[in-house]
Each structure stands twice: as structure tokens, then as C-alpha cells.
């Protein structure tokens, strides 16, 4: 399995970026993804996860400025970040595991089996 991110870059305060997560080799019909990032000095945190049957979480710091998706199809997860802002500066991960999570679950590191090289995402005030 492997997982490549793609879409970061440096933005200035207010602005908008799409992250995407293209997953090879993953043929799990039950499964989940996330999003998590690490700013330096900081723990890698959850973002957002998604569930194949569409469950979507966020961590309240995003909610309502970030939306998680999917396409089946391409077997890809998206991150769509707007308003970003100084403090969603770090490192962004996409992580799969192959089975479905529940509750707070999605949020916790070692419930993923894969993870992505990250993509490093850039706000400036």
C-alpha cells in the first residue's frame, strides 16, 4: 500500500488550498483515512477521517473551514482547507487503515497502518 499526498504549498492568511491523498494497492472494501498534521515541536495531530460508508470527523480547530472527501472511484481522500490561517501551518499526513473506525478512534496514530511522506502546508500572516 502506498500513499502519496499532493497539494500543499504557501498561502497567506485567508487563503485556500486542496490537499490530495492518491492510495495505491489498497483493496480493502472496509476501510478508513485521515488527515493528520505535525507543526514543528509540536505531536501529529487528527484533522479529519473518513470511513468508506462516508462517517466524516474533524477536530474542532477545522470545523467549518475544512472539508474531508472521497472518490471511491480514484481511490483518493481529499482535504479541502479555506480561511487558513498562521496555526494550520505543518506537515500533512494522509494515513489509511483497513477496517472501520469508530468514535474518537479515527484520531489516534496508532490506529493507522499506512501513512503517506506528508505534504507541508505554509500560512502566512
Known amino acids: 500500500v502506498q500513499l502519496v499526498e499532493s497539494g500543499g504549498g504557501s498561502v497567506q492568511a485567508g487563503g485556500s488550498l486542496r490537499l490530495s491523498c492518491a492510495a495505491s494497492?489498497?483493496?480493502?472494501?472496509?476501510?478508513?483515512m485521515a488527515w493528520f498534521r505535525q507543526a514543528p515541536g509540536k505531536e501529529r495531530e487528527g484533522v479529519a477521517g473518513?470511513?468508506?460508508?462516508?462517517?466524516?470527523s474533524y477536530t474542532d480547530d477545522v470545523k467549518g473551514r475544512f472539508t474531508i472527501s472521497q472518490d471511491n472511484a480514484k481511490k483518493t481522500v481529499y482535504l479541502q482547507m479555506n480561511n487558513l490561517q498562521p496555526e494550520d501551518t505543518a506537515m500533512y499526513y494522509c494515513?489509511?487503515?483497513?477496517?472501520?473506525?469508530?468514535?474518537?478512534?479515527?484520531?489516534?496514530?496508532?490506529?493507522?497502518?499506512?501513512w503517506g511522506q506528508g505534504t507541508q502546508v505554509t500560512v502566512s500572516s
Open positions: 494515513a489509511a487503515a483497513p477496517l472501520r473506525l469508530s468514535g474518537s478512534t479515527w484520531s489516534q496514530l496508532r490506529s493507522y497502518n499506512y
Open positions: 473518513i470511513v468508506f460508508d462516508g462517517r466524516i
Open positions: 494497492q489498497f483493496t480493502y472494501s472496509r476501510y478508513s
